[in-house]
């Protein structure tokens, strides 16, 4: 089974200019996630999605971020302008989507990651 | 609110010998889900083990073993005769059961770095 797959590896860019990251999940996983790890911490979510909607973005920098899951399977995340803070490992994880004690649908599988530096 | 605290921000060993790693949480749930995730330097978070809250069993997979005690708020994580190919950032995660069933985001401590030296 082919795990989460996301794209660029890495990415360098100037302050405000703008980036695009993509991600593909585990095929059937109906949520999908993405995080930005900053050096030395622990990965913060950024935005939920159950199928094609919003579960939870409250901790997205709506001013500059965005994303979108237009089919319910592949995601794009978008920083315009990209400021210093927000040089950090984009990454997108994938689950079932439904949680039920004693099931495993709640686990997070996630993918490789995009290494974004900001100069 | 939720919160996971990692104490160890660095821990070294020599290879062979018994490393754990303490998690404690905190959440004012009576149900929730803990997790530990291995990051090795390739980036990928690589799943180890979810337990819920109403499974205070200990469990053991060949040479990880953890121990969740609910009364203590801890969900430690030992690793018996540790390898080289340990070496990697370990982090402690806490879900919460949202009664709808979908939301249940992860809350990661700041994680643990294990080097296991040969």
């Known amino acids: 089974e082919a795990g989460v797959a996301q794209s660029p590896r890495y990415k360098i860019i100037e302050k405000r200019q703008s980036v695009a990251f993509w991600c593909n999940p585990i095929?059937?996983?109906?949520?999908l996630y993405w995080y930005q790890q900053i050096l030395g911490q622990g990965p913060k979510l950024l935005i939920q999605f159950q199928n094609n909607g919003v579960v939870d973005d409250s901790q997205l920098p709506k001013d500059r971020f965005s994303a979108e899951r237009l089919k319910g399977v592949d995601s794009t995340l978008k920083i315009q302008p990209a400021k210093l803070e927000d040089s950090a490992v984009y990454l997108c994880?994938?689950?079932?989507?439904?949680?039920?004690?004693?099931?495993?649908?709640?686990?997070?599988?996630f993918g490789a990651g995009t290494r974004l530096s900001v100069l | 609110a939720q919160k996971v605290t990692q104490a160890q921000t660095e821990i070294s060993v020599v290879e062979k010998e018994d490393v754990t790693l303490d998690c404690v949480y905190e959440t004012r749930d009576t149900t929730y889900y803990l997790f530990w995730y291995k990051q090795p330097p390739s980036g990928e978070l690589v799943f180890l083990i979810r337990?819920?809250?109403?499974?205070?069993q200990n469990e053991i997979s060949g040479r990880y073993s953890w121990n969740f005690q609910k009364s203590t708020s801890s969900f430690n994580f030992t690793i018996t005769a540790s390898q080289v190919v340990d070496s990697a950032v370990y982090f402690c995660a806490l879900s919460e059961a949202n009664s709808g069933g979908s939301n249940y985001k992860l809350t990661f401590g700041k994680g643990t770095l294990l080097t296991v030296n040969p």
């Open positions: 337990r819920n809250s109403f499974d205070e």
């Open positions: 994880a994938s689950s079932l989507g439904r949680v039920e004690r004693g099931a495993r649908e709640n686990i997070q599988y």
């Open positions: 095929s059937g996983h109906a949520t």
